[in-house]
């Protein structure tokens, strides 16, 4: 079966501070692989995405590589901002028609000045 | 600007009443798809419309249903709220293909009384 399995949090770091969110995941095909962030009081929004192995993804500074050897896809960034502070899910999608995901629990970050 | 649109933004209801949330989108998407969200947890996903089908999840409970009039509108209807369905309700779209990125709405707060 599918399924996500992320770091769990909280996670509270220093403005500025490196950032290293873990998601392995297990799928019984070859899946999409997306972070997404949940500000407070919103919805998900698309941060990133990588579609095949040792594919690449980045956005607003935060990179994730698809990793089949070890089935991950880490979210990291070099120097967090206050206004990085949400919730991170790692999903992965491996249906063909209608894109079903399959979310990791979620992680929150909390960035202190 | 093209986008998934959520009314209301917070529902109160009584516990037994039926209640209906409302989805609309801009972006002239195929898939349309409802999650629940409980605090702290990952979106559970609840069904999606595949144009006009309709893809059950197997372990939604047969207290929702869901409606899609035309390719812009999705209802979800709760026919006998518990106080267990109190969530955040998430309507999402996406085009047809696995990795097709899911736009979400900013969600409904439901709350049951």
């Known amino acids: 079966g599918n399924s996500v399995t992320q770091m769990e949090g909280p996670v509270t770091l220093s403005e500025e501070a490196f950032l290293t969110i873990n998601c392995t995941y297990t799928a019984t095909g070859y899946p999409s692989l997306f972070w997404y962030v949940q500000y407070p009081g919103e919805g998900l929004q698309l941060l990133l995405k990588?579609?095949?192995?040792?594919d690449k993804g980045s956005n607003k500074g935060f990179e994730a590589t698809y990793r089949k050897e070890t089935t991950s896809f880490h979210l990291e960034k070099g120097s967090v901002q206050v206004s990085d502070s949400a919730v991170y899910f790692c999903?992965?999608?491996?249906?063909?028609?209608?894109?079903?995901?399959?979310f990791g629990t979620g992680t929150r970050l909390t960035v202190i000045p | 600007d093209a986008m998934v649109i959520q009314n209301p933004r917070y529902q109160v209801t009584q516990f037994g009443k039926p209640v209906t949330l409302s989805c609309s989108q801009t972006?002239?998407?195929?898939?349309m798809y409802w999650y629940q969200q409980k605090s702290s947890q990952a979106p559970k996903l609840l069904f999606h419309?595949?144009?006009?089908?309709?893809?059950n999840e197997a372990d939604t409970p047969d207290n929702f249903q869901s409606r899609r009039p035309n390719t812009s509108f999705c209802f979800l209807d709760i026919r006998s709220p518990g106080l267990g369905d109190a969530a955040m309700y998430l309507c999402?779209?996406?085009?047809?293909?696995?990795?097709?990125?899911?736009?979400f709405g900013p969600g409904t707060r439901l709350t049951v009384t």
């Open positions: 972006l002239n998407h195929n898939v």
């Open positions: 990588a579609t095949k192995a040792d």
């Open positions: 419309y595949y144009d006009k089908d309709f893809n």
């Open positions: 999402a779209t996406s085009r047809e293909g696995q990795a097709r990125e899911q736009y």
């Open positions: 999903a992965l999608s491996d249906k063909a028609g209608a894109n079903n995901l399959f």
